[in-house]
């Protein structure tokens, strides 16, 4: 024992007493309590043998064999009895036990008594003796530290460390890495001649570089991105493509720049050689499509094509254009005889295909040791489905509840068919992953018909609509329609760990058929001090709560005009009805960094 960790002492006494005790190899340890026999005192009373609680619910079941739950002494059953009696926030021990239990904490014998002296010490704290533990050299409760760093490897999803690199540093490295070629020219390059084609040669440089960096930065790198959300990332891949765009079609008309005075026709003849010329077919090629690509990614969804032959021109287009762009700049580009030049072109080019070739290749390759079959397939909603898939072997991805996944249904992991839906399971519920899907394109239109047993596979997860590292004494909800998706998913992780801050939930509809998972909600009054308002923006006669949507006005009402800054507010649904609420917040007096959103249409 003396070379031996704490932690190994701690699993070899609780194996012994695992052993003792004729619990199954798989039965889950942390969910048994201690076994205690109540012995009479100097009254003459007798109690109950105590056993243990059922492994495979969330809540410890009372097993009353004698009134109380496994290990009570008569004292100790009417102090929990109090505790129920004292309602949601009179039962803070309780959860607390319940939290452990469920997140694989080794369950000791722990203090109940006023006095905080434990039975295992063969005391109730009544100064008589009454109980005896059977279990021996039971190790001591964990102190806070201890109990945080074993819920971690436990999977409680709210105490994860968000991977990925900080914002800023994020921002200072793309700033960094597109100023790089226009550095090197200025300190290696000759002195500028022509101002209009330095200034052409520097523009179209950076734009070359932040193109680039796009596949990094929409290649669902976790550790790169994985802190600043897939949502903001892909928000910023599409602004950016303008800035990009303007640099790259600015590159040949600055070159021009010099004949538009006095004599216009001579710019117009530079332009047209420049479009003309067989030693500049590359750039020409790489310029028109890059105009296209920006083009049909603005304007996807008005395009007459299915969303995955979208992603695969998209994505074959951007490699030739890299690839177009890299044989132009080291064959007749301005500073191409510049090895160090050549060479920073030629390892960010490869970093970038590379980083491609990792999602379509590599990553689908790796979900093949990972497959999933569908399970359950129910309509929930008006055209609203809930999906469930379950690992085939071992166990499910490791998430946090609110995160998304992109999910493929019946096809090979190296199709296109994914698609990315939020997560409405926790991480309790695996191996099952659970996710809330509306009919409004070409796959989801037909979700319902796709068959039990389908073969599925699931590449994730992401996204930082997460309780992960944040702490707010209230949590208030906005949801719209399917975005109450991974709202759900938060709500039961927050019933789980039986938080005891309040908690509201706005949740807006058209009709009262698509209000989602309403008994559940209904529910969650009982483990949880939650306020749950539905509004209706076209109700039925017979509606009797809210009417409206969620304007200013119905925000007020439903939170009594109360806006903690310590709180944390959840925001997922329609974009207009997302800024309308995050504006209604931040007029409010709530800080940015305490609204959390996320935009769920991801291309």
């Known amino acids: ?131 005896k533990a059977i279990t021996d050299g039971v190790q001591p409760m964990p102190n806070d530290r201890q109990r945080d760093s074993m819920l971690r490897s436990a999977g409680a999803s709210w105490r994860r460390r968000r991977r990925g690199l900080a914002p800023w540093l994020l921002v200072g490295l793309y700033v960094a890495i597109g100023l790089t070629p226009l550095l090197l020219a200025v300190f290696r390059g000759e002195p500028p001649v022509d101002p209009f084609r330095e200034l052409s040669s520097g523009v179209v440089m950076i734009g070359f570089a932040m193109m680039l960096l796009q596949f990094l930065l929409s290649g669902r790198f976790r550790r790169i991105t994985g802190r600043v959300g897939a949502d903001i990332t892909i928000l910023f891949h599409q602004l950016i493509a303008w800035v990009i765009l303007v640099f790259v079609v600015a590159h040949p008309f600055l070159l021009s720049a010099p004949g538009l005075w006095p004599n216009p026709g001579e710019a117009v003849a530079t332009l047209r050689g420049m479009f003309g010329a067989n030693v500049l077919l590359s750039g020409v090629i790489a310029w028109c499509l890059l105009i296209l690509l920006v083009v049909m990614g ?202 005891e801050g309040p908690v509201y939930l706005l949740y807006g509809n058209r009709v009262e058929t698509q209000i989602l998972y309403r008994d559940e909600l209904e529910a969650m009054r009982d483990t949880l001090d939650f306020r749950l308002h539905l509004i209706l923006s076209e109700p039925s006669a017979d509606w009797t709560g809210r009417v409206g949507e969620l304007t200013p006005d119905v925000i007020d009402a439903c939170l009594e005009r109360r806006f903690p800054k310590d709180w944390l507010y959840f925001v997922c649904g329609p974009v207009p009805m997302m800024e309308s609420v995050e504006e209604t917040l931040l007029a409010r007096g709530v800080p940015p960094r305490r609204i959390v959103s996320e935009r769920f249409k991801y291309s």
Do not use: K
């Open 1 to 131: 024992m003396d070379g031996q960790s704490e932690r190994e002492q701690q699993q070899d006494q609780l194996g012994a007493y695992q052993a003792g005790n004729g619990i199954g190899e798989r039965e889950p340890l942390a969910h048994v309590r201690h076994e205690a026999v109540c012995q009479p005192d100097a009254g003459g009373h007798q109690d109950h043998q105590g056993r243990h609680a059922d492994p495979f619910v969330n809540r410890l079941e009372p097993q009353q064999v004698g009134g109380g739950f496994p290990g009570d002494c008569p004292r100790q059953h009417a102090q929990r009895q109090n505790q129920m009696a004292a309602g949601p926030h009179g039962r803070r021990q309780q959860m607390q036990q319940q939290d452990d239990i469920m997140h694989g904490l080794p369950r000791v014998i722990e203090p109940r008594a006023p006095n905080r002296i434990s039975c295992r010490f063969g005391e109730c704290g009544a100064g008589r003796q009454c109980c």
């Open 298 to 499: 603005h304007w996807r969804d008005r395009l007459p094509m299915r969303y995955e032959f979208w992603r695969l021109s998209h994505g074959l287009g951007a490699v030739v254009i890299a690839l177009a762009s890299l044989h132009h700049t080291l064959s007749v580009g301005g500073h191409s005889g510049d090895p160090w030049l050549g060479g920073f072109w030629i390892v960010l080019t490869a970093a970038a295909v590379v980083s491609l070739a990792h999602v379509y290749v590599v990553r689908p390759a790796l979900q093949l040791r990972r497959p999933y079959r569908l399970v359950s397939n129910r309509e929930i909603g008006d055209r609203i489905w809930e999906i469930q898939v379950e690992a085939e072997r071992g166990r499910a991805i490791d998430f946090a509840a609110g995160q998304f996944i992109w999910l493929n249904l019946g096809h090979s992991p190296f199709s296109l068919m994914e698609h990315p839906f939020s997560l409405s399971s926790t991480p309790a519920d695996r191996p099952r992953l659970a996710v809330t899907v509306r009919e409004s394109g070409d796959f989801t239109n037909r979700i319902g018909e796709i068959p039990l047993g389908t073969r599925a596979y699931v590449d994730g997860p992401y996204g930082t609509f997460t309780l992960a590292r944040r702490r707010g004494t209230g949590v208030a909800f906005f949801a719209g329609g399917v975005g109450l998706g991974p709202i759900i998913g938060l709500l039961r992780e927050l019933a789980q760990e039986r938080y």
